[in-house]
């Protein structure tokens, strides 16, 4: 399926349905009419053998919506029912109209009770729509609930209810659907937070509105796509060597935790960095680059250690292992002092968040504990509640760029207002050294001289879309080197489409 770049908040939605009633003269009715023949269309190719569908509407247009669909499947044979929640005698407009066309079709449409869902093929949610802005319990939540329990498929028009449309989260509980097809324009809550877990397959219909209806109306976001990313890497000429190809050094890997720094230097080497240094304890000196000989590994006790290794990178890594200590704290102190571009990640964010510090020239690749800390956020779930609030409080209290880490990594800086996000990923890629291996992505295109907000953005992808190659089918057990095995292939991806 083919989604556009441009992910819009739940009001800008609004704001494109009114300019095509009001700008283009396209009825409400109509665009309702639009909107459930497109989600019928869609049920019957998805789910080409159902011949019982139940849809539950609210009292809005989103239930309007399925009341056109509910009399479209009556009139292609199919057993339809609709099943009320809320109070439709409030129904007005559109959604009136389209509520008075299935009556008058011969669906049944009674209030809803678990047992009437019994039996169905297909279960639509037409119930809230993109409006919903604060929790809700009661007999709402007892629906929801029941609709997702009882395992039939489900289709969620417009948005899954009780995802928040802009910030991906779940407000109480919501639908977990097997596809949603969202209206107008895409929202971007169903692309990172919860979204992508309770949306399922996202599918789009404009509804036939003219391209003017968009013009001057900036997304909210924009997923990261390949052929946006793939102008970004810096051609490397037939006479290329090492040290035409960037120097990354890595500092991290305090007593005990060798491993993250070498991998994030793996990683910096595997998207073509030509030179890898690994600062790290004394006592892993010897062993960092076991199965990686290509590391260069220095054994750093002190500022005074590490100070001529920041005076030849291009581009300085710290965080992967680096611990907390006191040697951690002088070697992050000199790693700030060396002006150098940085990749900040894990415990040096974690002394970041104690100590502040404003620049522009790095980038911060939080996880939402990280990012809580960062901007003395009640807890992770409260970053997760409103992960776009949360970039820009960091690229506003730090600056430069920020990773927000999860599903649907976020990027932005606080010198623009458009955000990105990242739509590949899987859940596969729920396991430790994840983070490390990004933080040497983005420090080794860095350091082949990719500006560090589109460093932040292609690393992102490449990380993602090498996790994707690396779970193949199966989206359990693979291992952070996995993915780093896998980044030359992503790299080729986007070179040769």
Request: one cysteine or more; charged letters at 20%.
């Amino acid at each position: 399926m083919y989604w556009p770049r441009e992910l819009y908040s739940a009001a800008q939605v609004r704001e494109l349905d009114r300019r095509a009633i009001e700008q283009c003269d396209i009825s409400a009715d109509t665009l309702m009419a639009r909107a459930g023949r497109a989600a019928f269309q869609l049920l019957r190719a998805r789910w080409p053998r159902a011949r019982r569908v139940v849809v539950v509407c609210g009292p809005g247009n989103n239930g309007g919506d399925g009341y056109v669909l509910a009399r479209l499947a009556a009139i292609a044979g199919i057993e339809a029912r609709v099943l009320c929640l809320g109070d439709h005698s409030k129904l007005a407009g559109a959604a009136r109209a389209a509520a008075q066309a299935c009556q008058v079709a011969g669906v049944p449409v009674t209030p809803f009770s678990d047992d009437r869902l019994v039996n169905s093929d297909v279960v639509v949610d037409a119930i809230f729509g993109t409006g919903l802005e604060r929790a809700f319990t009661g007999h709402w939540a007892h629906a929801i609930d029941a609709m997702s329990a009882r395992g039939q498929p489900l289709l969620a028009l417009d948005i899954p209810s009780g995802l928040h449309g802009d910030t991906g989260a779940v407000l109480g509980c919501a639908t977990r659907a097997d596809a949603t097809i969202s209206f107008i324009g895409l929202k971007l809550g169903l692309f990172t937070g919860a979204g992508r877990e309770h949306a399922g397959s996202i599918y789009l219909d404009d509804l036939g509105v003219p391209a003017k209806v968009y013009e001057g109306l900036g997304p909210l976001a924009r997923r990261l796509v390949s052929e946006d990313l793939r102008e970004l890497l810096p051609y490397r000429a037939r006479d290329a060597h090492k040290g035409r190809a960037g120097r990354v050094l890595m500092v991290g890997g305090g007593p005990g935790m060798p491993g993250a720094v070498r991998m994030a230097g793996e990683a910096a080497y595997r998207v073509g960095t030509g030179l890898v240094t690994v600062a790290t304890a004394p006592e892993h000196a010897a062993i960092t680059n076991l199965g990686c000989p290509e590391l260069i590994v220095r054994g750093v006790r002190d500022a005074a250690d590490l100070r001529p290794l920041l005076a030849t990178a291009d581009c300085v890594a710290v965080g992967p292992g680096l611990g907390r200590d006191n040697w951690a704290r002088e070697l992050l102190a000199v790693a700030l002092e060396a002006r150098k571009p940085l990749v900040v990640d894990a415990d040096a964010l974690n002394l970041l968040a104690v100590d502040p510090v404003h620049r522009e020239d790095w980038v911060l690749t939080p996880h939402p504990g990280e990012a809580a800390r960062l901007i003395d956020a009640s807890s992770s779930a409260a970053v997760q509640d409103d992960r776009i609030t949360a970039l820009r409080a960091i690229t506003a209290k730090f600056g430069g760029s920020c990773v927000l880490k999860g599903s649907g990594t976020l990027i932005g800086t606080h010198r623009e207002d458009e955000i990105n996000v990242c739509d590949r990923g899987n859940p596969a890629m729920a396991s430790a050294g994840m983070g490390d291996v990004l933080t040497g992505v983005i420090a080794g295109l860095i350091a082949q001289g990719v500006a560090l907000p589109e460093a932040a953005r292609l690393g992102v992808w490449l990380h993602a879309t090498a996790g994707d190659r690396a779970a193949n089918r199966a989206e359990r057990g693979v291992l952070a080197t996995d993915v780093c095995n896998s980044l030359h292939a992503a790299l080729d991806e986007l070179i040769t489409r």
